[in-house]
């Protein structure tokens, strides 16, 4: 039996707006199994980004858990445990990629090992590794502007998953991409999380991006309204786009 | 590869060059300005001492009595001041106004030792015995002496030793007799049967000793000494103040732009950088991490600027100088450079710098990591409410204290910090409602402007936030511009006005003797007149002390004899007498004392000290009241003509004469011919006067001008730096725009309209705000305020000339560039 890595209990999130209250996020529970590939969907406003910046400690809960490997902290929040916590437990990726432009790929795979204060033969070593898996050597020392997108965000990946974070977020990562390179991205974050045996959080509004999921929650208005558990047959894309299809003609 | 935090920075540093070197420039000209500044205090303080031991050589204390104390040093007093700590030397001497026999005058008189002390205080090199004298050179001129010379002072022949150079106070000469200080003790002892010892004392005060401290110490001895310290000699001291006042005045004002500048820069710089940083905090780097990769780049920034500042401000100081000292003609050479006190100023104010730095610094290590950061700009200022409530309780505390200082007169702190207070509460507020102002605007100009600058202006409401830096330093470098050249034109002008005051006409000659001199006035006049390049003369006696009888009460009143009919058509005199025995009464006499035109009076004249009584009595009657006599109006009352038969005049000299000239310079040299024929007649000149005035005012000017040339550069670089940067953020914008409707050069009119519309702000707003400020500060001491328009005129077409010239063509690149590449791009 698989280990649950995370553990969402109750999480709410409200915001205070001028026409008062807002609950993007209500009273939601999940769990994240080690090397799960969980997707997320739903429509804007549904609470997809609130629960991502939650599970990131970028924003505090209203009321709820957050457990990583079964322990709850509730000063993870606070900062500078925020930041530890990030740097331990969660790889970004992004949609816009979010690559520093004055960096080449390597010192961008680079980063967050520098940002541990890694030694540099580690550091050296490790991004070696990275760009032999993400097919980049030959692009080591060019810079972000001088890549496609899709290398582009090989490089996020890359960077996401160097210091081997147990949870992967990531957001819209092929909302930038083309179809064939949109492909070729998940089938590498498959292939890396079969290698690092890791668990993803995948934010889209694109069925084709959930069937590589192990399972699928659909987001409506702040709560889990429907969830699917893939099968890995072809009817897989079927039942997401139906359930989406359900959940776009509900009212807002 | 990077491997360190310092590594990451740096990558940052050097891929932004340009940023990179423009917040270097920044630094370095806001630190060359305070250099500039400060040097410049220091300079003036160096001056000071400079002139302080011209006038007074070595002397650091002057010890005595006053005259009217009647009291002196004795032989005890003199040793006490001897014995006391710190007092390096002493030299004594005695005060007095002896008369000169050939002059028939009294002369300020010194005795003096032939000590060192002596000699510096009062400029002479030879040993003065006791049947010598010497005398500055007016003096001997005078006396037609040269060394060798005999003269008689109070009935005492003396040889002529040494002729002094003239030592000028406050614009005027100072005519002095030395005599030898024992002789003058015999000369004493003999007049009044005391042995004294002297008047006072000159103290040279030794090294490391605190004069003031010792001031007290001989205040202690005697609580009735007088003890005059040379450093605070009221003239040089006020003219030094002055100087001060306006270069802190300046210097605070060239700060608070300095630091907006920096400040804004770095911003700017830090602007760049968010996302960056953002995605940094993302990855796991800590608020100190980001931090320090700040505070690393601001230190590279703010060392380099440093640097170049010192070299900066000393080639400035080297060579630009001279330039503009060329270039408005005027002399420069007075100013040098302190390299140590400059380097002491660069590293203050790189620390002060960096500590501004800190606070970007500071609020860029709070950034969220980027997934959550807000992707709207914030448009809005925050705490508006604060804002507006500090912004309208600075005002109104600032009129508080501004009318307790005008009711109080002796509180002009009050009214300095209310200005200030008024100054900055206005800088709070002025973003928040402006806005507002710009929608009033727009509903007024959109007929006038046309419908592109229209939508272009509506455009920049909501980017006020953003551009208000740009409004803010260009306003406060008008405020700059007017509150500093008004404050040296209003002291030019009161110079002036004080000069031209005392000139009724373009030539004025006094008599320096006007109680022996026997220049008759129609004598005088004559020669005078009989000069080529004179038009009109006329002339006035000294003024004295007569009585009139046969009213309630015996009235006593000033007159003086004067040209009646002469000044009358020379425009002196408002109106004249039918015959010469009526007199001009002043309108404040006559209603003082209800006198009307016709009426007679008793006068008593030439009052005989020995006899104790008025020598000349008569009958004349008001020929004519008028507002104003001829300078100086205020101490006399009553004009008589010299040809009046009532009285005989002749117990009265010539004062004063008022020339009329077709060409100055010729009557000058003509007029000084005459001095062979009266000695004692000076020659006035108001073109050479206020010529002396505009060399004295040409520093304050230069240096004013050296500090604006400066302040517009950095102000301009600061400004074209934001709006450029402003600009290429809404390439995207620019682009919608030509997609939907606009042509490239519509893009030049929408890009300038906005940068018209920020400097025509910032320039209305910095005048307006100058002249409140300007006349606030003036409350201080009131009186008029002379503005100089041509310099404030200059200043505001040079700011928009130079966005001009810059931005039209960076306008016009952006209008031309390819559509579908602008709107792919990401120009944060």
Same mark, same amino acid.
């Given at each position: 039996?698989?280990?649950?890595?995370?553990?969402?209990?109750?999480?709410?999130?409200?915001?205070?707006?001028?026409?008062?209250?807002?609950?993007?996020?209500? *009273?939601?529970?999940?769990?994240?199994q080690e090397g799960e590939l969980l997707a997320v969907m739903g429509t804007s406003g549904s609470g997809k980004s609130t629960l991502l910046n939650l599970i990131g400690a970028m924003d505090e809960p209203t009321t709820g858990v957050i457990k990583v490997n079964g322990i709850y902290d509730k000063t993870m929040f606070k900062e500078p445990k925020a930041t530890i916590y990030r740097r331990e437990n969660i790889g970004f990726i992004f949609q816009s990629f979010n690559l520093l432009k004055d960096l080449s790929v390597e010192e961008n795979i680079a980063l967050p090992l520098i940002l541990k204060g890694e030694k540099d033969g580690v550091v050296?070593?490790?991004?070696?590794?990275?760009?032999?898996?993400?097919?980049?050597?030959?692009?080591?020392? *060019?810079r972000p502007v001088e890549l496609s997108g899709g290398q582009q965000q090989r490089v996020a990946i890359g960077r996401a998953l160097i210091t081997s974070p147990p949870i992967i977020l990531a957001d819209e990562l092929t909302g930038n991409l083309d179809f064939n390179t949109s492909t070729d991205i998940l089938q590498t974050l498959l292939k890396m999380k079969e290698a690092f045996n890791q668990s993803i959080i995948i934010v889209t509004h694109d069925p084709s991006v959930a069937t590589y999921a192990d399972r699928v929650l659909f987001f409506h208005d702040g709560k889990i309204v429907d969830e699917y558990t893939c099968t890995e047959e072809t009817e897989d894309m079927n039942a997401i786009l139906q359930k989406f299809q359900r959940i776009l003609e509900r009212p807002a | 590869m990077i491997d360190s935090i310092q590594a990451i920075a740096s990558r940052f540093f050097r891929r932004n060059k340009l940023i990179a070197f423009t917040s270097i420039i920044g630094v370095m000209i806001s630190i060359t300005l305070i250099i500039t500044m400060v040097v410049f205090v220091t300079d003036a303080k160096r001056s000071l001492v400079e002139e302080v031991e011209k006038m007074y050589g070595k002397m650091d204390l002057a010890v005595g009595y006053n005259p009217e104390q009647n009291l002196f040093i004795d032989e005890k007093l003199s040793g006490m001041i001897n014995s006391l700590e710190g007092v390096e030397e002493t030299s004594e001497a005695f005060l007095a106004h002896y008369f000169i026999d050939d002059l028939q005058e009294r002369f300020y008189t010194v005795?003096?030792?032939?000590?060192?002390?002596?000699?510096? $205080?009062?400029?002479? $090199?030879?040993?003065?015995?006791? #049947?010598?004298?010497?005398?500055?050179?007016? +003096?001997?001129?005078?006396?037609?002496?040269?060394?060798?010379?005999?003269?008689?002072?109070?009935?005492?022949?003396?040889?002529?030793?040494?002729?002094?150079?003239?030592?000028?106070?406050?614009?005027?000469?100072?005519? %002095?007799?030395?005599?030898? $200080?024992?002789?003058?003790?015999?000369?004493?002892?003999?007049?009044?049967?005391?042995?004294? !010892?002297?008047?006072?004392?000159?103290?040279?005060?030794?090294?490391?000793?605190?004069?003031?401290?010792?001031?007290?110490?001989?205040?202690?001895i005697d609580p009735e000494l007088r003890v005059d310290i040379a450093v605070e000699d009221e003239f040089l001291k006020s003219n030094l103040d002055l100087q001060l006042q306006f270069v802190i005045g300046l210097s605070v004002l060239v700060i608070l732009i300095t630091a907006l500048f920096i400040i804004s820069n770095?911003?700017?710089?830090?602007?760049?950088?968010?996302?960056?940083?953002?995605?940094?905090?993302?990855?796991?780097?800590?608020? $100190?991490?980001?931090?320090?990769?700040?505070?690393?780049?601001?230190?590279? %920034?703010?060392?380099?600027?440093?640097?170049?500042?010192?070299?900066?401000?000393?080639?400035?100081?080297?060579?630009?100088?001279?330039?503009?000292?060329k270039l408005f003609d005027v002399a420069t050479d007075t100013l040098t450079y302190n390299f140590p006190v400059a380097i002491v100023v660069a590293l203050i104010s790189i620390v002060c710098i960096q500590a501004f730095m800190l606070i970007p610094a500071y609020r860029s290590s709070r950034l969220l990591p980027v997934t959550i950061m807000q992707e709207n700009e914030e448009l809005g200022f925050s705490h508006?409410?604060?804002?507006?409530?500090?912004?309208?309780?600075?005002?109104?505390?600032?009129?508080?204290?501004?009318?307790?200082?005008?009711?109080?007169?002796?509180?002009p702190a009050f009214i300095l910090v209310g200005s200030i207070g008024f100054l900055l509460s206005c800088i709070i507020l002025f973003p928040l409602y402006l806005p507002k102002v710009m929608e009033k605007m727009l509903l007024i100009m959109r007929r006038v402007i046309g419908n592109i600058s229209f939508i272009s202006l509506k455009n920049t409401i909501p980017q006020v936030r953003k551009n208000t830096f740009i409004v803010l330093i260009i306003s406060a470098m008008m405020i700059i511009v007017v509150f500093g050249s008004t404050f040296i034109q209003t002291i030019q002008q009161t110079d002036i006005n004080y000069i031209k005051e005392q000139y009724e006409t373009e030539i004025v000659l006094t008599n320096k003797l006007t109680k022996s001199s026997t220049i008759r006035a129609d004598e005088l006049r004559e020669e005078v007149s009989r000069l080529s390049t004179i038009t009109h003369v006329s002339t006035q006696s000294s003024q004295d002390n007569g009585m009139i009888e046969g009213m309630q009460e015996n009235v006593y009143f000033d007159y003086s004899f004067a040209d009646i009919s002469a000044m009358n058509e020379q425009g002196l005199l408002e109106t004249t007498v039918n015959n010469p025995n009526e007199v001009i009464v002043k309108e404040s006499f006559a209603k003082e004392h209800g006198l009307q035109i016709g009426d007679t009076l008793h006068l008593?004249? #030439?009052?005989?000290?020995? !006899?104790?009584?008025?020598?000349?009595?008569?009958?004349?009657?008001?020929?004519? %009241?008028?507002?104003?006599?001829?300078?100086?109006?205020?101490?006399?009352?009553?004009?008589? #003509?010299?040809?009046?038969?009532?009285? #005989?005049?002749?117990?009265?000299?010539?004062? !004063?004469?008022?020339?009329?000239?077709?060409?100055?310079?010729?009557?000058?040299?003509?007029?000084?011919?005459?001095?062979?024929?009266?000695?004692?007649? !000076?020659?006035?000149? +108001?073109?050479?006067?206020?010529?002396?005035?505009?060399?004295?005012?040409s520093q304050r000017w230069v240096i004013f001008i050296i500090v604006l040339v400066v302040i517009l550069l950095s102000v301009m670089f600061g400004v074209i730096n934001t709006l450029i940067n402003n600009i290429h953020a809404k390439r995207k914008e620019f682009a919608v725009m030509r997609v939907v409707y606009l042509k490239p050069k519509n893009i030049i009119q929408v890009i300038m309209t906005q940068v018209t519309t920020y400097i025509a702000l910032g320039v209305a707003v910095g005048i307006v705000l100058g002249f409140i400020f300007t006349y606030l500060i003036s409350l201080v001491d009131p009186g008029i305020l002379s503005f100089n328009y041509t310099i404030i005129a200059i200043m505001a077409i040079a700011i928009f000339v130079i966005a001009y010239i810059v931005l039209v063509p960076v306008a016009n690149r952006l209008g031309k560039l390819n559509i579908s590449t602008e709107l792919m791009q990401d120009h944060k």
């Open positions: 039996m698989s280990k649950t890595i995370l553990s969402i209990e109750d999480l709410s999130k409200t915001y205070q707006t001028a026409g008062g209250l807002v609950s993007a996020l209500d *009273h939601v529970s999940f769990q994240l050296k070593e490790k991004v070696s590794k990275m760009l032999k898996i993400i097919g980049l050597e030959e692009w080591r020392t *060019h | 005795g003096v030792e032939d000590d060192s002390l002596a000699k510096s $205080r009062y400029h002479f $090199r030879e040993t003065i015995h006791a #049947d010598e004298v010497s005398l500055n050179n007016a +003096l001997a001129t005078l006396l037609h002496t040269t060394p060798g010379d005999q003269i008689t002072v109070e009935g005492n022949d003396y040889t002529v030793k040494e002729i002094l150079p003239d030592l000028e106070e406050a614009g005027q000469v100072t005519d %002095i007799l030395l005599i030898n $200080r024992q002789a003058m003790a015999e000369q004493e002892f003999e007049k009044t049967g005391n042995k004294k !010892q002297s008047d006072y004392m000159m103290v040279e005060v030794s090294e490391h000793v605190d004069v003031y401290e010792l001031a007290q110490t001989l205040k202690k770095f911003e700017l710089f830090l602007y760049k950088y968010k996302h960056e940083l953002a995605i940094l905090r993302s990855l796991g780097a800590t608020k $100190r991490q980001v931090f320090s990769i700040i505070l690393y780049q601001s230190a590279i %920034i703010n060392v380099i600027g440093g640097i170049s500042a010192l070299l900066f401000s000393f080639i400035a100081y080297r060579y630009l100088q001279s330039f503009l000292g508006t409410l604060i804002r507006k409530k500090s912004g309208f309780i600075g005002i109104i505390l600032s009129g508080f204290l501004i009318v307790f200082g005008v009711i109080f007169s002796e509180l008593n004249m #030439d009052y005989d000290n020995n !006899q104790y009584k008025f020598l000349q009595r008569g009958e004349v009657v008001i020929g004519n %009241i008028v507002k104003a006599f001829p300078y100086p109006n205020e101490i006399r009352d009553i004009f008589i #003509d010299w040809e009046t038969g009532v009285f #005989d005049p002749d117990f009265k000299t010539v004062e !004063q004469a008022f020339v009329d000239v077709t060409d100055p310079e010729l009557a000058i040299t003509e007029l000084e011919g005459i001095k062979s024929i009266y000695p004692e007649i !000076q020659v006035n000149s +108001l073109e050479k006067s206020l010529q002396q005035s505009k060399q004295m005012s």
